[in-house]
T-cell receptor, first 113, second 114 residues
Framework: GAVVSQHPSRVICKSGTSVKIECRSL??????MFWYRQFPKQSLMLMATSNEGSKATYEQGVEKDKFLINHASLTLSTLTVTSAHPEDSSFYIC?????????FGPGTRLTVL | DQQVKQNSPSLSVQEGRISILNCDYT??????FLWYKKYPAEGPTFLIS?????DKNEDGRFTVFLNKSAKHLSLHIVPSQPGDSAVYFC?????????????FGTGTRLTIIP
């Protein structure tokens, strides 16, 4: 199967700090990865599409300077939440594209105090 | 603007019976629909999909029905098993190319009662 991991699974940070979340495809190479955010009782919302070796494509309303995405290799994409604030507290999930399907990571719960 | 809606946040079904999960969408540009299953602390896993040129797709115990004129799809699980207890998300995209953006519903928590 296609396995995608995320690290960390949970993170608590102070307001104003930056947090990096890693998304790895463990047994396949992924040119394209996606980053989603899910608020409680809401749907998964696509934040950005990450392409290896090029700039990420952000969805409307997502601040690219706040949510930095780096897809430096075919198996790793990182999302850095810069200067985090309590309203950034959410569940962040990545997915990696393989053939025609998206395979999701287990998610990262971010809590900003 | 919630383009994909799952109006039932939760559903309880007796083991062995049929579970029916519903999903409505508003964007007529959507051409491909998927159902995902999610356990706590895990990412969504793909269950079944359907293209807009079909009205039914079946895979084992899972069948997805699409009513394009009503912009409605449903997932039928029969017979329901305790392991089916999870949150189910429907999702839609403009094509079946994997790099096409997925728009998700809010999910329905299915509980199978032994």
């Amino acid at each position: 199967g296609a396995v995608v991991s995320q690290h960390p699974s949970r993170v608590i940070c102070k307001s104003g700090t930056s947090v990096k979340i890693e998304c790895r495809s463990l047994d396949f190479q992924a040119t394209t990865m996606f980053w989603y955010r899910q608020f409680p009782k809401q749907s998964l919302m696509l934040m950005a599409t990450s392409n290896e070796g090029s700039k990420a494509t952000y969805e409307q309303g997502v601040e690219k300077d706040k949510f930095l995405i780096n897809h430096a290799s075919l198996t790793l994409s990182t999302l850095t939440v810069t200067s985090a604030h309590p309203e950034d507290s959410s569940f962040y999930i990545c997915s990696a594209l393989r053939l025609r399907g998206q395979f999701f990571g287990p998610g990262t719960r971010l809590t900003v105090l | 603007d919630q383009q994909v809606k799952q109006n039932s946040p939760s559903l309880s079904v007796q083991e062995g019976r049929i579970s029916i999960l519903n999903c409505d969408y508003t964007n007529s540009m959507f051409d491909y629909f998927l159902w995902y299953k999610k356990y706590p602390a895990e990412g969504p896993t793909f269950l079944i999909s359907i293209s807009s040129i079909k009205d039914k797709n079946e895979d084992g115990r899972f069948t997805v029905f699409l009513n394009k004129s009503a912009k409605h799809l449903s997932l039928h699980i029969v017979p329901s098993q305790p392991g089916d207890s999870a949150v189910y998300f429907c999702a839609a995209s403009r094509s079946n190319f994997g790099n096409e953006k997925l728009t998700f519903g809010t999910g329905t928590r299915l509980t199978i009662i032994p």
